[in-house]
């Protein structure tokens, strides 16, 4: 039986910032229209009690609850709030390690922040994740490991820029990746993504970080990824975007097989 909720959608958008664009409500509405499963993360938990007022009524965009790394060193305090609204939520992010120039001055705390958000997601057991990991993919791996065993949680790993080995390990720790058009312009990681599992793949935008074709990105924007996928898997764009949407699937009833519909979204 397919769930009061379920949906069928056109295209996959796993990882947006929607309240980042000025015309946000409006997006809402476009992705509605275009059939697009878009999830839209918070960079902080105070951000998200909007985002979810406003999405409260779309069939297709879905709020994740964040604490962004980046900003951990001034908002650590709200870690709080964000534990206080976890029990409200099914998809949690954007959340995880940037061990980047800019960030790296907080990368202890964030280590700390970011242990607390798995242990929580772990004792809750049926949440979503959407991970950021810049110079930080080991690390993010091993506190997975550590906190979040993969009966406890499911990960998706927004714009993964790990090395080959760092995508093995996440594999076999049951991680998705979300991929977008940015990452498939740079020679070393479209030889990455050709090597993992089609079955692990969902596509984002990153949206409003990413462009094309001279403007920002949206989320139906997907539709030009899902063809360059298809490309570096030589196959069709359009049973591209069949194996996307049973990821998607997949991934959310936490199952090898998939029904049609995506339940429970």
Same mark, same amino acid.
């Given at each position: 039986?397919?769930?009061?909720?379920?949906?069928?959608? &056109?295209?996959?958008?796993?990882?947006?910032?929607?309240?980042?664009?000025?015309?946000?409500?409006?997006?809402?509405?476009?992705?509605?229209? *275009?059939?697009?499963?878009?999830?839209?993360?918070? !960079?902080?938990?105070?951000?998200?009690? &909007?985002?979810?007022?406003?999405? =409260?009524? $779309?069939?297709?965009?879905?709020?994740?609850?964040?604490?962004?790394?980046?900003?951990?060193?001034? &908002?650590?305090?709200?870690?709080?709030?964000?534990?206080?609204?976890? %029990?409200?939520? &099914?998809?949690?992010? *954007?959340?995880?390690?940037?061990?980047? %120039? #800019? /960030? /790296?001055?907080?990368?202890? #705390?964030?280590?700390?922040?970011?242990?607390?958000?798995?242990?929580?997601?772990?004792?809750?057991?049926?949440?979503?994740? !959407?991970?950021?990991?810049?110079?930080?993919?080991?690390?993010?791996?091993?506190?997975?490991?550590?906190?979040?065993? %993969? =009966?406890?949680?499911?990960?998706?790993?927004?714009?993964?820029?790990?090395? /080959? $080995?760092?995508?093995?390990?996440?594999?076999?720790?049951?991680?998705?990746?979300?991929?977008?058009?940015?990452?498939?312009?740079?020679?070393?990681?479209?030889?990455?993504? $050709?090597?993992?599992?089609?079955?692990?793949?969902?596509?984002?935008?990153?949206?409003?970080?990413?462009?094309?074709?001279?403007? !920002?990105?949206?989320?139906?924007?997907?539709?030009?990824?899902?063809? =360059?996928?298809?490309?570096?898997?030589?196959?069709?764009?359009?049973?591209?975007?069949?194996?996307?949407?049973?990821?998607?699937?997949?991934?959310?009833?936490?199952?090898?097989?998939?029904?049609?519909?995506?339940?429970?979204?």
């Amino acid at each position: 039986m397919i769930a009061a909720n379920a949906i069928s959608p &056109r295209w996959v958008d796993f990882h947006c910032h929607l309240d980042l664009y000025p015309n946000h409500e409006e997006l809402i509405a476009q992705c509605d229209k *275009e059939e697009v499963a878009t999830l839209t993360v918070t !960079t902080t938990p105070k951000a998200w009690i &909007r985002n979810a007022e406003l999405a =409260s009524r $779309s069939r297709y965009v879905r709020v994740a609850l964040g604490l962004h790394p980046q900003l951990v060193s001034t &908002r650590s305090a709200e870690l709080l709030l964000w534990k206080e609204l976890l %029990p409200l939520v &099914r998809y949690v992010g *954007e959340v995880g390690l940037d061990a980047g %120039p #800019l /960030y /790296y001055r907080s990368f202890e #705390l964030q280590k700390v922040v970011f242990a607390e958000q798995l242990r929580a997601c772990a004792d809750a057991g049926d949440k979503v994740l !959407t991970i950021h990991s810049v110079r930080a993919a080991g690390t993010v791996l091993e506190m997975l490991e550590e906190y979040l065993l %993969p =009966s406890r949680g499911r990960v998706v790993l927004h714009w993964f820029t790990g090395s /080959y $080995s760092d995508a093995r390990l996440a594999v076999d720790l049951g991680c998705y990746f979300s991929i977008n058009a940015d990452m498939l312009r740079n020679e070393r990681h479209r030889v990455t993504i $050709s090597k993992l599992p089609l079955s692990r793949l969902l596509t984002e935008t990153d949206g409003p970080f990413t462009s094309l074709g001279g403007r !920002t990105a949206v989320p139906r924007d997907v539709a030009t990824t899902v063809q =360059s996928l298809a490309e570096v898997f030589k196959m069709g764009a359009d049973e591209l975007a069949e194996a996307i949407r049973a990821n998607l699937a997949r991934l959310l009833a936490g199952l090898d097989t998939c029904p049609t519909h995506v339940a429970g979204y």
